[in-house]
């Protein structure tokens, strides 16, 4: 059930970052260069035009080294907990200084869809720990430490 989980909300993930850059775009696509300046997209627009790169609020690009994989169910899933509620927060922020109701309710969907991951994420850790508590191995890597 972990490992399912665990792809198919990867999956679903890729699918938010398709959704937020869709957003973006639509935003964007049409901006003057009087309102590329005015709203502080210069300098993105420069390297982009008005292009979707996905990037932090604060422009640092997205890479496959943001995501923590050590090889440890316990570690694992508690690196996806962290990740869903650090999603979450973002996308309460983004509610907050939103005022279009198109991208605050696609935003409020994606939060709803974070929630849930973090609720699975949490029932799948709970459920590793049950697993390795019954064989006596709590707190170990399953897959090298016998």
Not at 50 to 77: C, E, H, N, Q, R
């Amino acid at each position: 059930m972990v490992a399912h989980e665990t792809s198919s909300t990867g999956t679903e993930e890729l699918g938010h970052l398709e959704m937020v850059g869709t957003i973006v775009h639509q935003l964007t696509r049409d901006l003057t260069e009087e309102q590329i300046r005015a709203g502080g997209y210069d300098t993105y627009f420069v390297d982009r035009t008005a292009g979707v790169y996905p990037t932090s609020a604060s422009g640092f690009p997205w890479s496959a080294a943001s995501m923590a994989v050590k090889g440890d169910l316990i570690a694992d899933l508690t690196e996806d907990l962290a990740a869903e509620q650090k999603a979450r927060v973002t996308y309460d922020n983004i509610l907050r200084l939103s005022d279009d109701p198109d991208v605050s309710d696609v935003i409020k969907f994606l939060r709803a869809r974070e929630v849930v991951h973090f609720q699975r994420f949490g029932e799948g850790l709970r459920l590793a720990k049950d697993k390795m508590n019954e064989k006596n191995v709590y707190y170990v890597n399953p897959s090298f430490d016998k």
